[in-house]
Nanobody, 119 residues
Framework: QEQLVESGGGLVQPGGSLRLSCAAS????????MGWFRQAPGKEREVVSCISIRDGSTYYPDSMKGRFTISRDNAKNTVYLQMNSLKPGDTAIYHC????????????WGQGTQVTVSS
């Protein structure tokens, strides 16, 4: 069975850090661009980051630049999202997904992991 499983979410205080993982089984991630997305209640899903297939180029919205870092470990078939200086506005369900390229459609999605930033 092909699946993506996100983990690493939880409750963290403002200013804290979390490292999310996106582990693939049944297929390899190194032939896909990988994106992280988030969606909070009442808000539309938004792109958090994306990493390209081969050269490792990364992309971030301005609001995440300097705080979030995407990376991949092909040996572990896993993509990571390091989140620092977390704010209450970062509270959301975080999903990873595959794509042919970071500018295109994302076809296969994980179930997500909850991140809650609160005092």
């Amino acid at each position: 069975q092909e699946q993506l499983v996100e983990s690493g979410g939880g409750l963290v205080q403002p200013g804290g850090s979390l490292r999310l993982s996106c582990a693939a089984s049944g297929f390899v991630l190194d032939v896909y661009a990988m994106g992280w997305f988030r969606q909070a209640p009442g808000k539309e899903r938004e792109v958090v980051s994306c990493i390209s297939i081969r050269d490792g180029s990364t992309y971030y919205p301005d609001s995440m630049k300097g705080r979030f870092t995407i990376s991949r470990d092909n040996a572990k078939n896993t993509v990571y999202l390091q989140m620092n200086s977390l704010k209450p506005g970062d509270t959301a369900i975080y999903h990873c997904a595959t794509s042919q390229n970071c500018g295109g459609a994302f076809e296969f999605w994980g179930q997500g992991t909850q991140v809650t930033v609160s005092s």
